[in-house]
């Protein structure tokens, strides 16, 4: 059994099932709705961000857990004297690996190892699963260190936002910018570009057209792919569109493993309804 305890934070997307799957353990977010602070995943799910957002106009606040919430999340595997890796949402994007670095030296443990995944949503969870894989076949925290290092800048993630509403109300792009893409019912591309948000091509059409197009558009992209895996992440979007994006990257034969996974509640409050994202590393 190995002594690497491998966990992130509930940006990493992950559905319960691989969590299970994989052993790997999630801290919450923290998502304010006006004066109340709920923990993303546990006391709060995205179609009531969604419900509460449209009856107020607002978008909820998101922050790192509180240092106490990190002790408390950390101490089991302490306990157990683990070595524990932890993957968290881009640095430059929240405190949470912070948070975690700060837990650690309140704790006096110095087997915590603290990655900036220099990505978000499953641009997390790919890394994670590749930890926890490696974990469970033996490998060393320093193998599995060195491992990231490598791939890390070769996390693609990149999502095509049905709104830029959402995003404005977080403080993620201007007003002008907003107004303006939602006027021309442009629906852009958003890369993860070194930890920061960039926006990449510009669709106009139904989101359903737009999605298709977008998951088409990045073939030659896919075929410089690492084969393990790769993720459709979304943050609501109907169910057939899914499918069908899905039924494309398996038909192209490239990937053994086309995993589906739901965005939780702090990507899906920057993001908002309708948003889709194909995320996988490269060669």
Same mark, same amino acid.
């Given at each position: 059994m190995s002594n690497i305890k491998v966990v992130s934070d509930s940006t990493c997307d992950l559905s319960s099932d691989l969590l299970e799957k994989y052993d790997i353990s999630i801290i919450p977010l923290m998502i304010s709705l006006g004066d109340k602070t709920k923990k993303d995943g546990v006391e709060i799910s995205p179609d009531e961000i969604y419900s509460w957002s449209d009856e107020t106009g607002q978008t909820p606040k998101t922050a790192a857990p509180t240092i106490g919430d990190a002790i408390a999340f950390l101490e089991p595997f302490v306990k157990k004297g683990l070595d524990i890796i932890f993957f968290g949402i881009s640095e430059l994007m929240s405190a949470t690996c912070n948070v975690i670095r700060l837990a650690a030296q309140n704790m006096g443990y110095d087997r915590i190892f603290v990655v900036d995944s220099k990505s978000l949503s499953t641009g997390i969870g790919l890394q994670v699963l590749r930890a926890a894989i490696m974990a469970k076949n033996g490998a060393s925290v320093e193998d599995i260190l060195k491992d990231n290092s490598e791939i890390n800048s070769k996390v693609r993630a990149s999502f095509v936002v049905n709104t830029l509403t959402f995003l404005h109300r977080g403080g993620r792009c201007s007003g002008?910018?907003?107004?303006?893409?939602?006027?021309?019912?442009?629906?852009?591309?958003?890369?993860?570009?070194?930890?920061?948000?960039?926006?990449? /091509?510009?669709? =106009? $059409?139904?989101?359903? +057209?737009?999605?298709?197009?977008?998951?088409? !558009? =990045?073939?030659?992209?896919?075929?410089?792919?690492?084969?393990?895996?790769?993720?459709?992440?979304?943050? $609501?979007?109907? /169910?057939?569109?899914? !499918?069908?994006?899905?039924?494309?990257?398996?038909?192209?034969?490239?990937?053994?493993?086309?995993?589906?996974?739901?965005?939780?509640?702090?990507? +899906? +409050?920057?993001?908002?309804?309708?948003?889709?994202?194909?995320?996988?590393? +490269? /060669?």
């Amino acid at each position: 059994m190995s002594n690497i305890k491998v966990v992130s934070d509930s940006t990493c997307d992950l559905s319960s099932d691989l969590l299970e799957k994989y052993d790997i353990s999630i801290i919450p977010l923290m998502i304010s709705l006006g004066d109340k602070t709920k923990k993303d995943g546990v006391e709060i799910s995205p179609d009531e961000i969604y419900s509460w957002s449209d009856e107020t106009g607002q978008t909820p606040k998101t922050a790192a857990p509180t240092i106490g919430d990190a002790i408390a999340f950390l101490e089991p595997f302490v306990k157990k004297g683990l070595d524990i890796i932890f993957f968290g949402i881009s640095e430059l994007m929240s405190a949470t690996c912070n948070v975690i670095r700060l837990a650690a030296q309140n704790m006096g443990y110095d087997r915590i190892f603290v990655v900036d995944s220099k990505s978000l949503s499953t641009g997390i969870g790919l890394q994670v699963l590749r930890a926890a894989i490696m974990a469970k076949n033996g490998a060393s925290v320093e193998d599995i260190l060195k491992d990231n290092s490598e791939i890390n800048s070769k996390v693609r993630a990149s999502f095509v936002v049905n709104t830029l509403t959402f995003l404005h109300r977080g403080g993620r792009c201007s007003g002008v910018a907003a107004l303006l893409a939602n006027t021309l019912r442009l629906k852009p591309e958003i890369v993860v570009n070194d930890g920061k948000m960039v926006v990449g /091509k510009k669709y =106009r $059409g139904n989101i359903k +057209s737009v999605l298709l197009k977008y998951a088409q !558009d =990045r073939k030659e992209q896919y075929l410089n792919a690492e084969s393990d895996r790769v993720f459709i992440t979304h943050s $609501g979007c109907a /169910k057939e569109v899914v !499918d069908e994006i899905k039924q494309y990257l398996e038909g192209l034969k490239i990937f053994k493993e086309v995993l589906v996974t739901r965005a939780g509640g702090v990507i +899906s +409050s920057h993001c908002g309804p309708n948003t889709l994202g194909i995320l996988y590393i +490269s /060669k």
